[in-house]
């Protein structure tokens, strides 16, 4: 099984809906959660963080976390063509070194 | 967030050559950095861990010897890619970070590598 699961689309969905993208995590003592943005050809850049289950909302970004479930979602209302992009979910290893496991990414595209 | 910088943004090399690449952490001091491989339209891939003052740890498949990691100082670590083959071209990226309860890392912009 790997690691962090997500599903690599493409997901369309117009501008101004809400997009939902999905993660699923198999390490059961993962504490940090994390979702990066990468645009084509460029790095990651750190977009939501979260610890606590629950939601947690940053403006437009919003991230749920369900460690029973091991599963953690990053929801981006009012969607724009800025956003298109690939998200990745990235899971701390656990232990000191605050290793990430990267998911593969969903490829976001917010079409106008 | 915390600011991480690298040099080159890019590098073309000849097969055989050496090619170093430096990581910065520019508003922070790092005790911990970490290299990664990105091959197109692939994950990110991590390759190890530089520790400040002692051995970097690899990940499993990944020639210590032939990726040479170095951090000498707080905000500097150095990635050396030795005898390049055309296989090593790749978006090469390093982040700061992952300490603390917190373990965000921020990523540096990235080097591109491509070897001839």
């Known amino acids: 099984q790997k690691e962090v699961e997500q599903n690599s689309g493409p997901l369309s969905v117009p501008e101004g809906a809400i997009a939902s993208l999905n993660c699923t995590y198999s390490?059961?003592?993962?504490?940090?959660f994390f979702w990066y943005r990468q645009y084509s050809g460029k790095s990651p850049e750190l977009i939501m963080s979260i610890y606590s289950n629950g939601d947690k909302e940053d403006g437009r970004f919003t991230a749920q976390l369900n460690k029973a479930s091991q599963y953690v979602s990053l929801l981006i209302r009012d969607s724009q063509p800025s956003d298109s992009a690939t998200y990745l979910c990235?899971?701390?290893?656990?232990?000191?070194?605050?290793?990430?496991?990267f998911g593969k990414g969903t490829k976001l595209s917010v079409k106008p | 967030g915390a600011v991480v910088s690298q040099h080159p943004s890019w590098v073309i090399c000849k097969s055989g050559t050496s090619v170093k690449i430096e990581c910065r952490s520019l508003?922070?001091?790092?005790?911990?950095m970490f290299w990664y491989r990105q091959f197109p339209k692939q994950s990110l891939m991590l390759m190890a861990t530089s520790n400040e003052g002692s051995k970097a740890t690899y990940e499993q498949g990944v020639e210590k010897d032939k990726f040479l990691i170095n951090h000498a100082s707080l905000t500097l670590s150095t990635l050396t890619v030795t005898s390049a083959h055309p296989e090593d071209s790749s978006f090469y990226i390093c982040?700061?970070?992952?300490?603390?309860?917190?373990?965000?890392?921020?990523f540096g912009p990235g080097t591109r590598l491509t070897v001839t």
């Open positions: 390490d059961r003592v993962s504490q940090s």
């Open positions: 990235a899971v701390n290893r656990g232990g000191s070194q605050g290793n990430l496991i």
């Open positions: 982040s700061a970070g992952g300490q603390g309860v917190s373990y965000e890392q921020y």
């Open positions: 508003d922070f001091q790092a005790t911990t």
